[in-house]
């Protein structure tokens, strides 16, 4: 089945620093990538769509300036964090849309300390 | 946009019990997906209801998806310490494919 790579796992990073996540769909192509944050012992909310070629789609309350989403290629999605602060540290995590009649795959997430 | 309502938010159960998790929609909808979470893990699908009334079983899991479409509900039987976990519904908001809205799931624990 389809396959997506998260990198990193897990990243610790001072105040004020920048983070890089990248999302790959290893065995088909995705113009669409979905970028989740996830809070401890709360749910999923969707932050943004990245869509390849084109900007991405933010959904409300979300900051397009501090969360960079860039859609460089079919297999390919980054967030960038850019000035991180404690309150950002959170679990992210990308997803692609289902190819087929799966549901839609998930990255195994990236878990973002910022101390 | 679309919202679901899922509960309950915590169930603890002894091993070999049997556990349900619900999510309930004011508004119809065109399809729900389940999805479990395990511990420091990644959401998993489980599975799509698209049809009215439609119940589908997985092994231990049975789904269901309610008539008018506005709820469904998750069932195990006999639950294993396997089970753990959270498991969400989730809906596609408004008519963009793709942009999940979660339910706020139910934690799972079930004691040997």
């Known amino acids: 089945g389809a396959v997506v790579s998260q990198h990193p796992s897990r990243v610790i990073c001072k105040s004020g620093t920048s983070v890089k996540i990248e999302c790959r769909s290893l065995d088909f192509q995705a113009t669409t990538m979905f970028w989740y944050r996830q809070f401890p012992k709360q749910s999923l909310m969707l932050m943004a769509t990245s869509n390849e070629g084109s900007k991405a789609t933010y959904e409300q309350g979300v900051e397009k300036d501090k969360f960079l989403i860039n859609h460089a290629s079919l297999t390919l999605s980054t967030l960038t964090v850019t000035s991180a602060h404690p309150e950002d540290s959170s679990f992210y995590i990308c997803?692609?849309?289902?190819?087929?009649?799966?549901?839609?795959?998930f990255g195994s997430g990236t878990r973002l300390t910022v101390v | 946009g679309q919202q679901v309502m899922q509960i309950p938010q915590y169930q603890h159960v002894q091993e070999g019990e049997d556990f349900t998790t619900y999510c309930n929609s004011s508004?119809?909808?065109?399809?729900i997906q389940w999805y479990k979470q395990r511990p420091g893990g990644h959401p998993v699908f489980l599975i799509q209801?698209?049809?009215?009334?439609e119940v589908k079983k997985q092994k231990r899991l049975t789904f269901q998806f309610g008539e008018a479409k506005k709820n469904s509900s998750l069932h195990i039987t006999a639950t294993q310490t396997t089970d753990v976990g959270t498991y969400f519904c989730?809906?596609?908001?408004?008519?963009?494919?793709?942009?999940?809205?979660f339910g706020r799931g139910t934690q799972l624990t079930v004691w040997p």
């Open positions: 989730a809906i596609d908001r408004g008519s963009t494919l793709g942009r999940l809205y």
């Open positions: 508004t119809t909808l065109s399809n």
């Open positions: 997803s692609a849309p289902p190819t087929g009649t799966s549901g839609y795959t």
């Open positions: 209801l698209v049809k009215s009334g």
